[in-house]
């Protein structure tokens, strides 16, 4: 019977996959059969058969299962560690609820802001050539200090095509972005756009839907942004479309582009006309030389051209130009290159040097986030420190069954990583949640960037950061314990452990105090500037723009049909709107001037005679223009910041000459400063004379009527008068209050961030309070019955925290008037910060600790100490 | 309500077992199987039912002598328990109560097809 073996090979495989118990009884079985099918049909048929019978024995039931029976490893422990970790968060339900809550808050604040920085630096990314494009900016000195601008003239532009061009693909000259009419047929739309030369589109990376890149050769024609497409065409096709800019230039649509999003410079230009139609409708251009700036330049680098080389060889290239000027000798200006990437976060300049700009906020916002998000590791330390060492008797038991040191230490880590973890995606939702509020909040449009590798990587570093610090503590404290003193019960708390934990509130609080200091200055500040005097009245004023040429042959009709309609009270024009000072000169001269003094610019602006009337400003001396005086066509109306600065004694009277108009001019009389540009700066002086340069028609609506009606009867004039134009105007007050967006924006933000932070520190608070009340229960029982009052016993406890918080008061008070004096600095109309401030937060963060606090305090000062001394 | 839940070939290996009162090991009923219901029965398959079977509380095993011709090894004995019974028998009854509950024009109609 030697012959009768079965194939080894595949009994060897079934004793590999085969469950280890059943093993040996189905290995009998199978070799039963084998010899009978031996008997039956030879060895062969035996053998294909038993084959056959293994190989349909690798099933479910049969194989072993992948963890099981004889492994190495510990998997079977991890189960255990789950289901006691589990437990352990629904025993302390509060301070679980406290912990991870508190902790998903901090992150979803953190994710929210880092959200918004993301994006504040992600301003102009989507230009292809980011990294070379260059914008041309213009700097020189003025009495000692240095001015930079990015208005240039058009023969600069001329001349770095002609003499510069080695260091650029492209030098490209464009108008500054402006409302233009667009008409077709009988649609009327007023968009912004810009007038550039030729290669803009290629440069900036325009994302053509139809036509293509360089369709804007020919002199009439443009390029529509889909939106303006779809606005004027509907369904039908743009392309080959013919249109009127302004009512007078005739275009024909030669391509269609992807509407820039919102972080990016092009936003909202809704249309691309060639630079040679500009200059075609502006012929005086060319004339102008180098002294009147007024466009921008761009620039792209040829590959390999650092901006710092291409900037240091066009530096002189204006003043080469302009040196025979005395006045431009003294001036001296500066060509310098002011890279895209700098666009948007660094556009302040001091001194000709790049001070920052939204930066600051940026790292304003960072550092909040970061804070936020710090208070709330710290919770979660303190919180998992101080109720870990509720468990020492666990690990006790644990030690004494056997359990190695590093088995408690894995888990303690997997136990912080699992909270962090739950934490996260609570923040993820509260995130999501919160996403439409924050965009409202913060005028942006964030998603959420689920796609983003940068995301995920940073949100898996911060995990890993947070498990790793806040489980370091149990994980090696707690694990090191002596198992026969941890079962005897033997506290092991004591002045180690306290000490860092107060730290840690102490840093709590010193961030939270800072933060509603901080707060407070910004709110104080912005109401401070907006209840600021500013010279005229704002309330129902109304401008409008006059776009077309219309405006100009049709003004007087359109005047006296708005007197007669009765809704108008009276109505002026004016070289700018209220709410901005659009230009500025020099070549002033007058009695008493000092030779030396290098022009300063007055803010000027031409008016008609009536705008006295129709904006309300306030005379401190002299008078009014009036219409029917010949003479006071050469009159001047100045403001007191100009008079202080021309010197006069008595200002009314005075004759000043200006090289503008070459005439002599007598002042007439002294308004109050008018808040015209940034109501944060000091007033400009400024020149209010009778011009002709009028853009601006500014309405006073008759304070009887109601607006609304107002605003329709004056909307049917103008179609009246003017069919050809859409009716657009703007509200002086809510101009007004657009100059406070940016300021409101921060303290609003930062308002909900302090909030935040004061409320995950409170929590954080609570959830020590109730732990060492509760540590405390037995002493406080016998000092009950040793006769102690509920109110001592409500001192006795409180009393801790309040110096913790008294002396994060003391480190966040100079730190926060450092900063915030700092911030102040940045704004020429400030408040100075009083030190009722800061009394009130310290007093402020004080109450919140106290009435934290008490909750629990106050809770365990009451109860029995019948029960508290009978419980173990 | 699925109190027992008992598969068609689960049901023939109990009732095998049943039928094989005391000699109840896997080739023994395989062969019995085979043998009443005409038809191929692999050991795996019949093994896994087995191990479902006695998880399920239906069988009880024990081992059993080891024999020559098994290359010593030990034969595993399965025997039905009190619980299997009632599985057994409660799949028995709502197979009756269908039965029964078929109107006659229904079974006289799909005979005369």
């Known amino acids: ?872 | 309500m699925k109190k027992f839940s008992l598969g068609e070939f689960e049901e023939v290996v109990m009732l095998t077992v049943a039928v094989l009162h005391g000699n109840a090991y896997g080739v023994a009923i395989k062969k019995e199987i085979e043998e009443r219901l005409s038809r191929k029965v692999s050991v795996g398959a019949l093994q896994s039912a087995l191990n479902r079977l006695e998880k399920k509380g239906y069988l009880l095993s024990k081992e059993g002598e080891q024999t020559q011709e098994r290359a010593g090894r030990p034969k595993r004995y399965f025997e039905i328990t009190a619980y299997g019974k009632m599985a057994l028998e409660y799949t028995r009854n709502t197979r009756n109560n269908l039965w029964e509950d078929i109107p006659k024009i229904v079974l006289d109609l799909k005979f005369s097809k």
């Open chain 1, 1 to 872: 019977m030697k012959e009768s073996k079965p194939p080894g090979f595949f009994l060897t495989v079934f004793k590999w996959f085969c469950r280890p118990d059943l093993h040996p009884y189905i290995e009998g079985d199978l070799l039963e059969l084998y010899q009978d099918e031996l008997k039956r049909s030879g060895r062969l048929g035996a053998n294909l058969k038993i084959i056959l019978d293994i190989l349909m024995l690798f099933r479910p039931g049969i194989i072993k299962p992948i963890t099981g029976f004889h492994q190495l490893n510990h998997y079977g422990m991890f189960k255990n560690y789950f289901k006691i970790g589990w437990r352990n968060l629904l025993k302390n339900k509060s301070y679980s609820v406290i912990n991870i809550g508190g902790l998903a808050i901090g992150m979803s604040v953190a994710i929210l802001i880092g959200l918004w920085v993301w994006d504040e630096l992600s301003f102009n990314k989507n230009h292809d050539n980011y990294e070379r494009i260059a914008q041309v900016m213009r700097s020189g000195s003025l009495n000692g200090t240095q001015f930079t601008y990015p208005y240039l003239p058009y023969a600069l532009g001329e001349e770095l095509q002609n003499a510069y061009h080695e260091d650029f693909k492209h030098i490209i000259v464009a108008s500054l972005p402006s409302e233009n009419l667009i008409t077709k047929a009988n649609e009327k739309l007023i968009r912004s756009g810009i007038f550039m030369q030729k290669g803009a589109a290629e440069m900036f990376s325009f994302d053509m839907i139809s036509g293509t890149i360089n369709g804007l050769e020919d002199l009439h024609s443009i390029f529509l942004s889909s939106s303006a497409a779809l606005a004027l065409f509907g369904d039908e096709d743009p392309i080959g479309q013919s249109l009127t800019l302004d009512n007078e230039m005739a275009v024909q649509v030669t391509g269609v582009y992807k509407d820039f999003p919102q972080n990016s410079r092009l936003y909202n230009i809704d249309f691309l006309a060639p630079w040679s139609l500009y200059l075609a409708k502006n012929p005086w251009i060319r004339d102008q030389g180098f002294m009147n700036n007024f466009l921008n330049i761009y620039v792209e680098l040829k590959p390999g051209v650092s901006f710092h080389d291409a900037s240091n060889h066009i530096q002189e290239s204006l003043f080469n130009k302009v040196q025979d000027d005395p006045q431009m000798i003294k001036i001296h200006p500066l060509i310098h290159l002011h890279p895209m990437s700098k666009w948007h976060l660094y556009n302040e300049w001091e001194n000709g040097k790049s001070t920052g700009g939204l930066i600051k906020f940026v790292w304003l916002f960072s550092l909040v986030g970061l804070f936020v998000l710090l208070l709330a590791c710290i919770n979660f330390m303190n919180l998992s420190t101080a109720f870990s060492e509720k468990r020492a008797k666990e690990v006790g038991v644990r030690k004494s069954v056997g359990s190695i040191r590093s088995q408690l230490i894995f888990q303690f880590y997997m136990e912080s990583f699992l909270m962090v973890l739950v934490a996260f995606i609570l923040a993820i939702l509260l995130t999501l949640i919160c996403l439409n509020w924050f965009n409202e909040l913060s005028g942006k449009q964030l998603e959420m960037p689920w796609t983003n590798p940068h995301f995920w990587l940073g949100s898996l570093i911060f995990i890993a950061f947070t498990g790793f610090v806040s489980g370091s503590y149990p994980a090696f404290f707690l694990s090191a314990f002596n198992p026969v003193k941890a079962l005897k019960g033997i506290s092991p708390s004591g002045k180690k452990t306290v000490i860092p934990r107060r730290i840690l509130v102490i840093i709590q609080f010193t961030v939270s105090v800072s933060l509603i200091i901080g707060t407070l200055v910004v709110f104080k500040q912005v109401q401070f500037v907006k209840d600021r005097p500013i010279g005229y009245s704002r309330d129902n004023l109304l401008m409008v723009r006059m776009t077309t040429e219309e405006f100009y042959t049709k003004f007087e009709a359109l005047e006296t049909e708005l007197l007669n309609s009765g809704v108008v009270k009276v109505m002026s024009r004016s070289l700018s709107p209220v709410s901005a000072v659009w230009s500025s000169n020099g070549g002033f001269d007058w009695k008493g001037k000092d030779p030396d003094w290098q022009p300063e610019d007055f803010a000027t602006l031409a008016v008609t005679p009536h705008y006295g009337k129709t904006v309300g400003w306030q005379f401190v001396a002299g008078r009014d223009f009036h219409p029917q005086l010949a003479s006071d066509s050469t009159g001047f109306v100045i403001n007191e910041s100009a008079a202080k600065l021309m010197g006069f004694e008595d200002p009314v009277g005075e004759r000043v000459s200006w090289s503008g108009t070459r005439k002599n001019h007598t002042i007439i009389g002294v308004i109050k400063d008018m808040i015209m540009s940034s109501p944060y700066a000091t007033p400009m002086p400024t020149i209010f004379y009778q011009g002709d340069n009028l853009n601006w028609i500014n309405i006073r609506l008759n304070p009887e009527v109601n607006t609304q009606t107002g605003l329709s009867k004056i909307e049917s004039v103008f179609n009246k008068v003017l069919p050809a134009v859409p009716f657009k105007y703007k509200f002086a007050d809510q101009e007004y209050a657009m100059k406070f967006i940016a300021e409101e924006r921060i303290g609003n933000l930062s308002g909900v961030f302090t909030l935040l932070a004061i409320f995950i520190s409170c929590l954080g608070l609570f959830g020590l309070a109730s732990f060492v009340a509760e540590q405390r229960t037995k002493e406080i029982g016998i000092r009950k019955i040793l006769g102690a009052s509920t109110l001592k016993l409500w001192k006795l406890l409180s009393f801790d925290f309040i110096i913790l918080v008294l002396i994060s008061c003391f480190i966040a008070i100079p730190i926060a008037y450092y900063a915030m004096d700092n911030w102040l600095q940045s704004y020429e109309y400030r408040i100075h910060i009083s030190w009722w401030i800061f009394g009130l937060s310290s007093l402020g963060a004080m109450i919140i600790t106290l009435v934290t606090v008490s909750f629990q305090t106050i809770k365990s000062a009451l109860m029995n100490p019948v029960q508290s001394l009978r419980s173990d």
